[in-house]
């Protein structure tokens, strides 16, 4: 299996053929959705949320990127690995920008970063493909600026919105981006993103005609009852199997029954144990 490429992911496009990507925190993870077929395992400022236990992705630092990152790295054989840049990360300059996707690159291990933003980051991008990193869009509902959207709200919906998110799109096409993701915009609007650009993009919560999908992990395998935005699909309950197991083994410690002799080990034969007076 052949090490995906971000020339890959162009291919994939152009052959009509869906990208898969999904987010990875460790390398546990990385290795399971690697085998479980990803084309690109993301290693998203999510983990702000479902890592740290945060109400954003605001306070997720370079340092952390950069740990998961390498963890990620380590656990992907075949998929792409790319790492977000977190917030303040490349939003003061170019030149900032440059050393931390650098740093993602050369400590992280990842192959791509992934920034979020339109027309505004166009140098920013520019910058940092210059320095041959590749880099990956976001654009739509971009969670490092809730503040300024006001919540995580579902962005493009009115023709003044729908034809700038167009026009930012192309700009980081124009840049240089290799790929996007589109995330909280309606079906029409991604699709005719989709049909305008040369490079893929990757929706969540952007509906069918993206050239590819993506989920958090966690999301897709059913990890927390309480989120259930109408963009998830649980494809698992493992909430449900992790509550089941972790009962089943303290009824066991509870009940004498773990360990048995299978799980124990057993002293050499003939040997004399001391007993402590
Ligand atoms: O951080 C993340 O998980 C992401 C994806 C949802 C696209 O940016
Ligand atoms: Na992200």
């Known amino acids: 299996k052949d090490k995906v490429t971000i020339h890959t992911l162009k291919r994939l496009k152009q052959s009509g053929q869906k990208i898969c990507m999904v987010t990875a925190y460790d390398a546990t993870f990385a290795r399971i959705l690697d085998e479980g077929g990803a084309d690109v395992l993301l290693v998203g400022d999510s983990l702000g949320m479902v890592i740290q236990g945060q109400d954003s992705t605001l306070p997720v630092t370079m340092d952390q990127m950069v740990y998961h990152s ?4 380590r656990g992907a054989k075949r998929a792409h690995v790319v790492g977000d ?8 300059s170019p030149q900032e920008a440059v050393r ?5 690159v ?24 210059r320095a041959s990193i590749p880099v990956m869009g976001h654009l739509g509902l971009t ?14 919906r009115d023709e003044d919105a729908a034809r700038r998110m167009l026009d930012d799109a192309l700009a980081l096409e124009a840049a240089g981006a290799y790929a996007m993701v589109l995330e909280g915009v309606p079906l029409e609007l991604a699709r005719t993103i989709t049909q305008s650009l040369k490079i893929p993009t990757i929706g969540i919560g952007a509906g069918k005609h993206c050239d590819g999908q993506v989920l958090v992990c966690y999301d897709l395998l059913g990890m927390n009852p309480d989120f259930k935005p109408k963009f998830v699909k649980r494809f698992a ?8 197991a972790a009962n089943t083994f303290f009824d066991e410690v509870r009940a004498g029954t773990f360990p048995d002799e299978d799980h ?3 002293a050499t034969k003939g040997i004399r144990l001391v007993t402590p007076t």
């Open 70 to 73: 390498a963890a990620v790295s």
């Open 85 to 92: 840049m977190p917030f303040m990360s490349y939003q003061v």
């Open 100 to 104: 931390n996707a650098g740093r993602l």
């Open 106 to 129: 050369s400590e992280g291990n990842v192959g791509s970063v992934k920034l979020e933003g339109g027309a505004e980051f166009a140098d920013t991008v520019r910058a940092i493909v």
């Open 143 to 156: 969670p490092q600026s809730v503040h300024k959207m006001g919540g995580y709200v579902v962005q493009g």
């Open 237 to 244: 309950n493992l909430h449900g199997n992790i509550t089941e």
């Open 264 to 266: 124990s080990f057993k």
